[in-house]
């Protein structure tokens, strides 16, 4: 959640945090509540301190999602707090989100965004793409995950062969954020599709960008999550010194900023943001990050994203440091708002984004993808996007809403790379930035 979130602390749920264990998690009347705190936070801080439950989000200056067990419903209710419902009973919401749809029979068509799948069939609808544009296209590995799962995803490019600047695009780093992988699947087929058809405008942005799309950059907290543990985010790395938890927050563990604010993350191994002992420490993030050295060494990374839920939120640069701003936060601000706008007139429901400096804005985050990118990578343009929704379902959004969040996200991405031509192409960069050229972090490695 928003690149974040805490320990999950449940004495019912630990089976789901000791790594051995197999033994499936369930929620069954775990009630989702979002209480509304702002100036009130403290009191209601002090009033849940009598409770056991899970967090599920950090933004608690203005509300607070929270799961209460079975057991602790009837105290929580007694407290008089201001709240609404998310989930009256997340094991049933859990059950609905995985059996609604029907069956994919391996077609490449909006049939696929009806449902979520398991992992299986994920690397199924990649490969299949990939041969539906095979002059054009690759799969790639970045690197293996902890229990050896290759990290796949695929390579597009246009006329004039490979090698030209990249973009970017990650996903399910968070292994319960199962919208974001659909959401780039999309975003690759509208690519593939587009320019086979003869779209000026895609048949643009591939003769001009390589693009590397990875859907999943957490294979093994994925499947966890769906075999095991619905409500899994990290990684299944085992825990140091004979711990009994498992699993590092991938996106608390990029090298960049890695150590630089003891709010950013944490060092207890046992909670949702676990840094790891040593930056990068994961292997998943030494594959990326290798990719992602590849990449700033040959022809440039112009856009990268890590795309994530919920929030509906475009945040960019700096996160280890509330109070740094980046020397293109003019044109990272101007560019989200573009995209903002790009994705509320595609919605039907006219669903909304805000964006701005991701420590700023919401709240320190060490070791994030994005400030390694931009500053290690030396991307141009580098967000983190939280998809849908901002609190009616949270983590467990339904099937039907997967093909409208990937349509936004796509017009979105279309904004958003038009003005990439803007700076990079058309010669008006400079004009827009107020500078020279784009600057770096000074001793960035």
């Not at 690149?3 to 789901?16: D, E, K, M, N």
Request: glycine share 10%; aromatic share 12%; net charge negative.
């Amino acid at each position: 959640m928003r690149c974040v979130l805490i320990v999950s602390f449940l004495l019912s749920l630990a089976a789901g945090v000791v790594g051995g264990s197999l033994e499936n998690v369930t929620y069954d009347w775990h009630k989702v509540v979002r209480i509304k705190t702002g100036r009130q936070l403290a009191t209601i801080q002090a009033k849940l301190s009598t409770l056991t439950f899970e967090k599920w989000n950090h933004d608690i200056d203005r509300h607070m999602d929270i799961v209460l067990p079975p057991d602790q419903l009837s105290a929580f209710e007694g407290l008089g707090l201001d709240f609404h419902t998310m989930h009256h009973d997340l094991g049933r919401s859990i059950r609905t989100e995985s059996t609604s749809g029907s069956p994919w029979k391996r077609q490449l068509d909006s049939s696929w965004f009806e449902s979520y799948h398991p992992y299986t069939d994920h690397l199924m609808y990649l490969a299949d793409l990939q041969k539906s544009f095979p002059r054009n296209s690759e799969i790639i590995n970045s690197g293996k995950s902890w229990e050896g799962r290759d990290i796949k995803g695929i390579h597009v490019w246009g006329d004039g062969g490979q090698g030209k600047p990249a973009v970017l695009y990650h996903a399910t780093v968070h292994a319960r954020e199962w919208i974001a992988a659909p959401v780039v699947e999309y975003i690759a087929t509208e690519l593939i599709s587009g320019y086979k058809r003869g779209d000026e405008l895609l048949k643009g942005f591939l003769d001009k960008y390589d693009f590397y799309i990875i859907p999943v950059a957490n294979p093994d907290g994925f499947i966890y999550s769906q075999k095991v543990d619905r409500m899994w985010r990290k990684n299944r790395q085992p825990g140091p010194n004979n711990s009994t938890c498992y699993g590092r927050d991938l996106n608390r563990n990029w090298a960049f900023g890695w150590n630089w604010n003891p709010k950013g993350a944490s060092k207890d191994p046992c909670e949702e943001t676990y840094r790891g002992e040593a930056p990068s420490d994961t292997p998943e993030n030494q594959g990326l990050d290798a990719l992602v050295h590849k990449l700033r060494d040959g022809a440039g990374i112009k856009l990268y994203v890590d795309w994530h839920s919920y929030g509906q939120l475009i945040a960019s640069p700096y996160g280890y440091n509330e109070t740094l701003y980046a020397p293109e936060l003019g044109i990272w601000t101007k560019a989200a708002s573009t995209m903002s706008a790009a994705i509320y007139d595609a919605s039907p429901d006219r669903t909304t984004f805000t964006f701005g400096p991701s420590g700023a804005t919401l709240y320190a985050q060490t070791g994030t993808s994005p400030d390694h990118v931009y500053a290690v990578g030396k991307a141009a343009f580098s967000y983190c996007i939280e998809l849908r929704d901002t609190g009616d379902f949270g983590f467990i959004l339904p099937p039907s809403q997967i093909l409208n969040s990937a349509k936004e996200q796509w017009e979105g991405q279309k904004a958003l790379i038009t003005i990439l031509d803007d700076v990079f192409f058309d010669g008006v960069g400079p004009a827009i930035l107020g500078e020279s050229e784009l600057t770096r972090v000074p001793g960035a490695q």
